[in-house]
T-cell receptor, first 113, second 115 residues
Framework: DGGITQSPKYLFRKEGQNVTLSCEQNLNHDAMYWYRQDPGQGLRLIYYSQIVNDFQKGDIAEGYSVSREKKESFPLTVTSAQKNPTAFYLC????????????FGQGTRLTVV | AQSVTQLDSQVPVFEEAPVELRCNYSSSVSVYLFWYVQYPNQGLQLLLKYLSGSTLVKGINGFEAEFNKSQTSFHLRKPSVHISDTAEYFCAVSLLLDSNYQLIWGAGTKLIIKP
C-alpha cells in the first residue's frame, strides 16, 4: 500500500538531546512537509521541501533542521535549541507544491522528560 | 494577509442531527479549498476538496461542502451525524502568492456528538 510512514509513534527525549523523527513516503510525491501540532493551535509549518536537495523554512523553523537527500525521505531533527519541543509532529506529502491535497502520516508524539 | 478562520472551536450536536462547520478565508487570489478530519492521536485524512468546477463538493463519510466565492466561505455539512464522526475538522486553503504556493490552515473545529 502506498502511503506515508512516520516513526516512531511515541518518542521520549531528555532535555539537551537532539532527536530525529523519520518520515518516508512511497507515493512518488515531490513535495514534503513537517508540521507541529499543539492543542488548540491547529497546524504550524516547520519546514517544507518542494524537490530533492531543496527545502525551505516554515513559520516556526527555529530549533529544527531537515534534510532531503532522497525523494522518499524527509527526516526532521529536533535540536536542543528548541525551547519547547513537546508536541505532536505530522509529516505530509503532495504530488507538487500547490493546488493538490496533502497526504499525512500518523504522527509522532514527542515528549521531553 | 491571507488567513483561514474556523468560526467555532467546538460544535456539540446530537446524534442523527444535521451539522454545519464553518470556514471563511481571506484571499485576493484564486484558491483551492480542502477539509480534513483528524481522529485522536492520528494524522489528518482528506474529506473533500474544491479545485474548480461545481461549487458543491461531495466527500467521504457523507460530508459535503459548498464554495461561495462572494462570501469567501467553504462550509462543511452533513445531514445526519453519527457517533463515529466525533473528531477534529480542519479547513485549509492553497494559494499561489509571490510565485510560491502556500497552504494555510484553520485552527480546527472539534465536533462533539451527543448520544
Amino acid at each position: 500500500d502506498g502511503g506515508i510512514t512516520q516513526s516512531p509513534k511515541y518518542l521520549f527525549r531528555k532535555e539537551g538531546q537532539n532527536v530525529t523523527l523519520s518520515c518516508e513516503q512511497n507515493l512518488n510525491h515531490d513535495a514534503m512537509y513537517w508540521y507541529r501540532q499543539d492543542p488548540g493551535q491547529g497546524l504550524r509549518l516547520i519546514y517544507y521541501s518542494q524537490i530533492v536537495n531543496d527545502f525551505q523554512k516554515g513559520d516556526i523553523a527555529e530549533g529544527y533542521s531537515v534534510s532531503r537527500e532522497k525523494k522518499e525521505s524527509f527526516p526532521l531533527t529536533v535540536t536542543s535549541a528548541q525551547k519547547n519541543p513537546t508536541a505532536f509532529y505530522l509529516c505530509a506529502s503532495s504530488i507538487r507544491a500547490g493546488g493538490t491535497e496533502a497526504f499525512f502520516g500518523q504522527g509522532t508524539r514527542l515528549t521531553v522528560v | 494577509a491571507q488567513s483561514v478562520t474556523q468560526l467555532d472551536s467546538q460544535v456539540p450536536v446530537f446524534e442523527e442531527a444535521p451539522v454545519e462547520l464553518r470556514c471563511n478565508y481571506s484571499s485576493s487570489v484564486s484558491v483551492y479549498l480542502f477539509w480534513y478530519v483528524q481522529y485522536p492521536n492520528q494524522g489528518l485524512q482528506l474529506l473533500l476538496k474544491y479545485l474548480s468546477g461545481s461549487t458543491l463538493v461531495k466527500g467521504i463519510n457523507g460530508f459535503e461542502a459548498e464554495f461561495n466565492k462572494s462570501q469567501t466561505s467553504f462550509h462543511l455539512r452533513k445531514p445526519s451525524v453519527h457517533i463515529s464522526d466525533t473528531a477534529e475538522y480542519f479547513c485549509a486553503v492553497s494559494l499561489l502568492l509571490d510565485s510560491n504556493y502556500q497552504l494555510i490552515w484553520g485552527a480546527g473545529t472539534k465536533l462533539i456528538i451527543k448520544p
